[in-house]
């Protein structure tokens, strides 16, 4: 089922656009299905659940931290996450520039703008997001890049709610694209991807569409 989902849901999605398949809480077994099926983007929201993955499963997996990151985390993480898409300060950024710099490496990460109207979503608002792109301190952190944004839409089921938040986001991302070099803008789950594409995403980020439900144990 699992390879079957995986390969309906890839032939519909424009070329130019990267699945990442949602894995959290669902077993190596599962991840395996899906790998040998070909994928290789898979995301986690939690920083250990990923580290014990990453650990068991084969390294050519491509690793995508889509959930809020603690700071005391990132150090699990900093040796092999591909691509973290929830940073929303500048405090994380520097976090994590710090634990990359011990690691050798450069981490990819994006930026995360809050777009939705509940509270219970993170991100930066327009103002804060170029505060951060503007600040003296980010502009000496040289083990992260910033790639592209990030933005989750309300959970409901009004479709011109969603639509008119995933416009907002790509619209901000067209005015910062150029200036700082973006090249992803990662918005669109299980529930509303097809609306997210239908404004410009180039990442989305499918669980229960693939997977099945979630697993709560």
Request: glycine fraction near 6%.
């Given at each position: ?30 991840i395996?299905e ?16 990923m ?7 084969p ?24 691509l ?134």
């Amino acid at each position: 089922m699992i390879s079957e989902n995986l390969k309906n849901i890839t032939t519909s999605l424009p070329e130019n656009v990267t699945l990442v398949a949602v894995s959290k809480t669902k077993s190596v077994e599962e991840i395996l299905e899906a790998y040998n099926a070909g994928h290789r983007d898979f995301g986690e929201n939690k920083v250990q659940e990923m580290t014990g993955k990453w650990e068991e499963l084969p390294k050519d997996i491509i690793w995508h931290m889509i959930g809020h990151v603690q700071r005391n985390k990132v150090k699990y993480m900093a040796p092999f996450v591909h691509l973290i898409h929830g940073v929303d300060s500048l405090k994380l950024l520097k976090e994590i520039n710090k634990q990359a710099k011990k690691n050798n490496r450069t981490i990819n990460c994006l930026l995360q703008v809050y777009i939705a109207k509940e509270n219970s979503k993170f991100g930066l608002d327009p103002e804060e997001l170029t505060q951060l792109l503007e600040a003296d301190t980010f502009k000496t952190l040289e083990n992260v890049r910033i790639i592209g944004l990030m933005g989750m839409a309300t959970f409901t089921d009004n479709k011109e709610q969603i639509n008119n938040e995933f416009k907002f986001l790509k619209t901000l991302y067209d005015q910062l694209k150029n200036k700082y070099g973006l090249k992803e803008l990662s918005m669109g789950m299980s529930s509303d991807y097809t609306i997210a594409l239908q404004n410009g995403s180039t990442m989305v980020r499918i669980g229960s569409a693939i997977f099945g439900e979630r697993n709560y144990n």
